[in-house]
């Protein structure tokens, strides 16, 4: 890592390293790093300083136990992705948003379903923003609000799918 310049250090005060944005575009592999720990964080779900095991000689200091929460078993395969994965899964929820907007019949139920998927994508973004490179001690909060928000639009975007089926009619 590129060690602080003196001015940096004094312009940093006491807050976190990237929330100063003159800070963040002269060292942007610390901001890049910063985002990256976050969307792991957002992977897990439950990051590793919330709720992990005592320390018990059967289990490492902070193994958080997630076979009993369904979010973080359904998770655990994209933790690797990061905030790549992050990223492609916001831009492919928005693009999915932006087609059933312009696909979907002026107030249609399709179209508020997508229309409300496309809030809560934006939503999630700016909160995790905020959390990642906020200076407040509530970012925790933050990233769970960005990770709930994230969550709704699957099921915003299922409901946007299936809101545009008729029934068949039986001809008697």
Known sequence: MIPLRRRDRQEQGSHKLCCNPSISCRHPERAISLAERAAVD???????????????????????????????????????????????????????????IRKGERHSLKRCFVAVSLLTVSFSLVQFGTAAFGEAIENTKRMIYGIKAGALVIPLLFCSAISDLKPKTVAA
């Open 42 to 100: 957002y992977w897990q779900i439950r990051p590793d300083y919330l709720g992990s095991f005592a320390k018990d000689p059967d289990v490492p200091p902070v193994t958080v136990d997630d076979r009993l929460t369904i979010g973080p078993a359904l998770t655990r395969p994209l933790r690797g992705f990061g905030l790549f994965g992050l990223v492609a899964s916001w831009i492919a929820f928005t693009i999915l948003s932006v087609r059933g």
